[in-house]
């Protein structure tokens, strides 16, 4: 079969009959869509994963019965296609070699010196390149971006009615800042930057030592320590240099310099002093007033806070082992009382055998003790008035202190280096007049926390952090300044608002795009008053096209599943919720969110279009095949996992496609006539539809998909090696297995559709439910099948190569036993031996024995389901089979067969006794 063919002929056949357009026919509804993608560059095989569940979803759900939306949008605000845009324009050699790589046309390049073009350019490749050839059933009559006119509109009409609700407030803020570009924003969607979206800000208390008539500010996060401090760290392979502060000179790094400029006011370097200048002189501690010398470190790092660092020796594993390798020239000062510890830093460095500075497992020994001396410690008598306060409050008091009193300062760093898209270093800079989002506000807080107890949320557990994550959101910075793409804030144009303010309520807005697209609104009649009554039912409508917007809207609202990556839990979904609770009525409050882990390179990283490993998607989908890379998406492992892209892998699923459309071929050239196998078939088939249906209803695909594909191919299989061939059973099984794994493997499906003789499509069919399950034929055939194992395992074991076997079949006062052991428990809800004895009594049977039976019967049946079936007649009707299958003569047995071995005694019922000759 020519899969890739396959896939073209029915894309062609679905995109041609419009059956994506959501309709409202059915009166009840689906609303699913996907994290929208920014726009900056090309896709890959990680983003397929989610795209894939969702459009997964959005068929099951068709075929359930539900008018079904499924939009799709581009998220191009920000700087993602502004970086793109500025590298070609300069001619930048890899982003020229990375667009020709992936098919970029040569005329098109130059064009995509515009951002602009760059959204239009790869906007259209994501639809033509990677949603339709994975044959997604996106609305594509709802396709939008953020930079769109309406979309601005809508955007400011969201920030005036948060502006209502006294939700943006203005206050100064420090902001992470690219020097080339403006602002950005740090998280770990890196919508901004191409590395450091886990950094946190942190801030270091700038500590200003007295030095010559200057100031060495050394940087901490434990200005407590203060009290403990024997000497200062001076790089002496670097030069420094002499920057104006206000009124006083500092002496700090050349980049330290650079970063205060974007964070204190009046900062401007006058002079340069080399760090071997430094070392060797003393300096004044503030505070203990107490006079220290200076030592020289390589490991004071220009790059990080001021490049000067205060050594406090008995609390910081780093600066003890630094001094024992200069042969310790000052004395330790212990300043925090810990039980279990005397001097604290010197103690776990011996413990841990830590032999020098370039030790990794320093950091984990500094962990240790910030930990336990933040947790347990007690400030000393060589803290002066701080004695006797534990580190916390100390440390808070201290700080304050220094402060009022002038001889400290804030310095905000990064935790770890954060790059902008263009490749230039983030820093930190001070925006005296920021607007936030008050996402701090108690009354929204509480409404969005109990709202979410409302809602589907996929992990569970996640639901289960929503709470405390919502409990810790602060303000949220909503404008920067710079060569952004996006909507301008509309209390003042000269800003724009961020890539996440501005993806909130987007998928409201789907239900718009429709009309805008199809030009049956102009973008200059969607004023406030236009959104007030679509969004809000506020007012009155000024011409019946908005009546049909507000009555579709109102038809499709709220949104079912908002689908996005893991790295939306802390980011874009508690604001996604916050915003509509801020601003919606309660009935389009957001009903669930699917949060799915990520594709990851072999190291175990994620796989991105900045950090390389990605297969690109149109080199995949022709290499495997769609539905195989949709069926290794669904199956391959849990969504709430990450799975790590292996060519193999992905193979073995391309070999599985082809496995089961051989498997239809096979099943479909059956023609025989009834045999008693056939019962088990659709008993079996309906047991895997079942599991199939209850694990969709949680959207677990991969156990779905693991029934449907691999538990039913081995299914069909057993059937007709056990002779099953009857032709009407097989097609009407056939039609009903078709119809399970279209919302899967949606091409082959309508292929086998059409293969049965079938004319409309089969993704506009009903989802099959299950029939009938007759469990006795389906423990029958499955203990017929485990005694086969056992014979063939026993050969194994023993070299046995019988011409006689013998299974013995639990007599019948077992079977009755059993039938009391079952009544009561389904009467009393508890199976105990006293009962059943009590029962047992009454039988004509050796006591002793049945009493042993029942006690063992009792612990089996806690460990697995038993029934009362006629197994004798079960194995009986199968002996012609077994015999051709194991070679030998098979005897079923009661009393009526010889039982040299006494094998007989241990025949329990769904597990027959065996002997061999």
């Known amino acids: ?285 503030p505070i203990v007033n107490r006079e220290v010398p200076i030592f020289p470190a390589e490991f004071a790092d220009p790059d990080i806070a001021t490049g000067i660092v205060m050594s406090v020796p008995a609390h910081a594993p780093y600066d003890y082992v630094a001094l024992r390798d200069i042969g310790m020239p000052v004395e330790p000062i212990v300043i925090i009382d810990i039980k279990g510890y005397e001097i604290p830093a010197k103690e776990i460095v011996e413990k841990m055998g830590i032999e020098n500075q370039r030790d990794e497992r320093l950091e984990e020994a500094t962990q240790i003790i910030y930990k336990d001396e933040f947790h347990k410690g007690v400030m000393n008598e060589n803290c002066n008035g701080y004695a006797g306060m534990s580190v916390n409050e100390a440390k808070e008091e201290i700080k304050e202190r220094m402060f009022s009193e002038g001889i400290a300062e804030l310095m905000r760093e990064f935790s770890r280096r954060v790059i902008c898209r263009c490749g230039e270093e983030v820093v930190i800079k001070r925006v005296p007049n920021q607007w936030f989002i008050k996402y701090s506000d108690e009354d929204l807080t509480r409404k969005s926390i109990e709202w979410v107890n409302e809602m589907n949320i996929f992990p569970r557990e996640y639901k289960d952090e929503l709470p405390k994550i919502l409990e810790w959101y602060g303000d949220r910075a909503c404008i920067r300044q710079g060569s952004w793409l996006g909507t301008p804030f509309p209390f003042d144009e000269n800003w724009i608002i961020e890539p996440i303010s501005d993806s909130t309520l987007y998928p409201a807005y789907y ?122 998406y669904c199956h391959i492992g849990s969504p709430f996992v990450d799975v790590e892209w292996d060519d193999e892998t992905v193979e073995q699923y391309k070999k599985r496609i082809a496995r089961t459309w051989n498997l239809f071929q096979q099943l479909l050239s059956l023609n025989g006539k009834k045999a008693e196998i056939d019962e088990w078939l659709v008993s079996a088939f309906n047991e895997k539809l079942k599991v199939a249906r209850e694990a969709m209803r949680e959207f677990d695909m991969r156990k779905a998909s693991n029934a449907l594909f691999f538990e039913m191919h081995n299914i ?123 029962k047992v009594k009454e039988m004509d049977v050796n006591m002793k024995e049945a009493s042993q039976y029942a006690a063992k019967l009792i612990q089996e049946m806690r460990k697995e389901k038993f029934m009362v079936i006629d197994e004798r007649k079960y194995m009986e009707n199968a002996k012609e089979f077994m015999e051709r299958e194991l070679g030998a003569k098979v005897h079923i047995c009661g009393d009526d067969c010889p039982d040299p071995a006494n094998k007989r005694r241990h025949a329990f019922p769904h597990r027959p006794a065996i002997y061999m000759e």
């Open 1 to 285: 079969m020519d899969f890739e063919e396959m896939e073209r002929k029915w894309q062609k056949r679905w995109f041609d009959g419009k059956i994506y357009e959501a309709r409202r026919e059915k009166g009840k509804k689906f609303f699913i869509h996907f994290a929208y993608p920014g726009i900056s560059g090309y896709l890959h095989v990680g983003h397929m994963r989610g795209f894939t569940y969702a459009d997964v979803i959005a068929r099951y759900m068709r075929m359930n019965g539900y008018d079904v939306i499924f939009p799709a949008g581009f998220h191009a605000t920000g700087l993602p296609a502004v970086s793109l845009a500025k590298k070609v324009a300069r001619n930048d050699e890899k982003m020229l070699e990375y667009l020709r790589q992936n098919g970029c046309p040569e005329e098109i390049i130059p064009k995509l010196k515009d951002p602009e073009e760059v959204v239009r350019y790869f906007s259209r490749v994501y639809v033509e390149d990677y949603w339709k050839k994975f044959g997604f059933l996106i609305d594509y009559t709802r396709l939008m971006n953020t930079i769109s006119l309406g979309y601005k509109k809508f955007i400011q009409w969201q920030f005036r009615q948060l502006m209502k609700k006294e939700l943006l407030v203005q206050k100064p803020h420090y902001a992470p800042y690219c020097p080339n570009c403006g602002p950005v924003a740090v998280d770990k969607s890196e919508t901004d930057i191409s590395e450091g979206g886990d950094a946190e800000i942190l801030e270091f208390t700038l500590i200003k030592f007295r030095f010559d008539g200057r100031i060495l500010p050394a940087a901490t996060l434990r200005p407590e320590t203060i009290f403990g401090v024997t000497n200062m760290w001076v790089n002496d392979s670097i030069e420094y240099v002499i920057a104006r502060v206000g009124d006083e000179e500092w002496i700090v790094s050349e980049k330290a310099a650079e970063k205060l400029r974007y964070q204190m006011e009046d900062v401007e370097v006058v002079g340069r002093i080399h760090g071997s200048e430094i070392v060797g002189k003393k300096c004044v501690a």
């Open 511 to 632: 239900i718009i795009a429709k009309y805008v697209n199809e030009g049956k609104i102009d973008v200059e009649e969607m004023d406030d008053d236009f959104f007030n009554y679509v969004f809000l039912g506020e007012g009155a409508a000024r011409r019946e096209i908005w009546e049909r917007i507000k009555e579709e809207f109102e038809y499709w609202y709220p949104v079912d599943i908002n689908l996005g990556g893991k790295e939306h839990k802390t980011v874009h979904f508690p604001v996604f919720i916050m915003n509509h609770v801020a601003i919606m009525p309660r009935r389009h409050y957001p009903r669930g969110i699917f949060a799915h882990w990520w594709v990851t390179q072999k190291a175990g990283m994620k796989i991105s279009k900045s950090k390389g490993g990605a297969e690109p998607i149109p080199d995949a989908a022709k290499k495997y095949g769609v539905d195989a890379l949709r069926l290794y």
């Open 716 to 838: 069909f299989n057993w059937y007709m090696k056990r002779g099953g061939g009857n032709e009407g059973v097989v097609k009407d099984i056939l039609h009903k297995w078709v119809r399970a794994i279209a919302p899967f493997t949606p091409h082959m499906a309508e292929e086998m559709w059409e293969n049965l003789g079938m004319k409309e499509f089969v993704t506009l069919q009903n989802y099959p439910e299950e029939e009938e399950i007759d469990y006795g034929v389906l423990k029958a055939e499955s203990v017929l099948t485990k005694t086969m194992d056992d014979i063939e395992e026993i050969r194994k074991v023993t070299g046995i190569k019988a011409s006689n076997i013998y299974i013995y079949i639990a007599p019948p006062w077992k079977w009755k036993i059993l039938e009391m052991a079952l009544q009561l428990e389904e009467e009393e809800g508890i199976l105990n031996m006293k009962n059943l004895m009590e």
